[in-house]
């Protein structure tokens, strides 16, 4: 395959840049785009499952620690070690975004607790108690409209629970 026909093109049409999409793979083609990459596939049908639940775009980000300065990439090195490092990139993710959930929760309730002793239950809505780059007008409109939408939605699905 040609470099030229993997890379979006630009092109000068009447003054204005034009750029050339590329043409969507289907999963047989970007396997084959990862051999030509010199990765190691031992089965196809196995690589195909996985880029259809990981998205070859976003897997492609994965590719980059084994790319030389030339462009092209290193010998000999298996697809499921790039799995694997996709794998462990997933589950680091889900248990950090589990801690900083904990802490932001953590943080919230902290603002809130001083907030509501310090303030009252409704301080909040007092804009004297915030700093001059409040915008405390917008701040209103933007919680009226949020309390609005949220009227017409429940906690559970009563239709279901119903039936």
Same mark, same amino acid.
């Given at each position: 395959?040609?470099?030229?026909?993997?890379?979006? /093109? !630009?092109?000068? =049409? =009447?003054?204005?840049?034009?750029?050339?999409? !590329?043409?969507?793979?289907?999963? %047989?083609?970007?396997?084959?785009?990862? !051999?030509?990459?010199?990765?190691?596939?031992?089965?196809?049908?196995?690589?195909?499952?996985? &880029?259809?639940? %990981? =998205?070859?775009?976003? &897997?492609?980000?994965?590719?980059?620690?084994?790319?030389?300065?030339?462009?092209?990439?290193?010998?000999?090195?298996?697809? *499921?070690?790039?799995?694997?490092?996709?794998?462990?990139?997933?589950?680091?993710?889900?248990? &950090?975004?589990?801690?900083?959930?904990?802490?932001?929760?953590?943080?919230?309730?902290?603002?809130?607790?001083?907030?509501? *002793?310090?303030?009252? %239950?409704?301080?909040?809505?007092?804009?004297?108690?915030?700093?001059?780059? *409040?915008? *405390?007008? !917008?701040?209103?409109?933007? &919680?009226?409209?949020?309390?609005? /939408?949220?009227?017409?939605?429940?906690?559970?699905?009563?239709?279901?629970?119903?039936?």
């Amino acid at each position: 395959m040609n470099t030229s026909e993997t890379k979006n /093109e !630009k092109l000068k =049409n =009447n003054e204005a840049t034009v750029q050339v999409m !590329k043409k969507p793979k289907t999963f %047989a083609q970007q396997v084959e785009i990862i !051999k030509e990459k010199g990765f190691i596939i031992d089965n196809d049908t196995e690589c195909i499952g996985f &880029l259809k639940q %990981a =998205n070859y775009y976003r &897997l492609s980000a994965y590719f980059l620690p084994f790319r030389k300065k030339d462009g092209t990439y290193f010998s000999n090195i298996n697809f *499921h070690r790039i799995q694997r490092i996709y794998e462990f990139d997933s589950r680091l993710r889900g248990v &950090l975004f589990n801690y900083i959930e904990k802490v932001e929760l953590y943080l919230r309730t902290q603002l809130a607790y001083y907030s509501g *002793h310090v303030h009252g %239950a409704l301080g909040y809505m007092d804009g004297v108690i915030y700093n001059d780059r *409040h915008n *405390h007008e !917008k701040f209103v409109k933007l &919680l009226n409209v949020c309390i609005e /939408e949220n009227k017409s939605k429940t906690a559970f699905p009563l239709k279901k629970i119903q039936q």
